[in-house]
């Protein structure tokens, strides 16, 4: 699962230790993403690569027009060290709204 706030992105997995009755929640804060710097989220899904571990949020901005792709990768990462800058790499879609329209959805 995946959740913003105004500035960031976390995502995270549910899971049980062995024999507990109780979930475990683990949260990382993910790499920040160039893409989404200074605009506010609307919505957030998840992608997972089949057999893989790597997963990217898709992530609905500027009022419903516009998708930005960003790594869910934890964020200072482990496997570089802790770098600090932001994702460069994700990708951008604008969104067409005449199909909105058409139904009479268009806002």
Request: net charge negative; charged share 20%; hydrophobic share 40%.
């Amino acid at each position: 699962f995946a959740f913003s706030d105004d500035f960031q992105i976390f995502f995270g997995s549910m899971g049980r230790e062995d024999g507990s009755a109780s979930q475990l929640v683990s949260l990382k804060l993910a790499r920040p993403c160039e893409a989404l710097e200074g605009v506010a989220v609307d919505d957030i899904a998840i992608h997972c690569s089949t057999g893989s571990q790597a997963c990217s949020a898709f992530v609905l901005h500027g009022h419903g027009s516009e998708i930005a792709e960003c790594s869910l990768e934890a964020w200072p990462s482990e496997v570089d060290g802790s770098s600090l800058q932001a994702e460069e790499h994700g990708r951008e879609w604008e969104l067409q709204r005449m199909w909105l329209q058409d139904l009479g959805l268009n806002r």
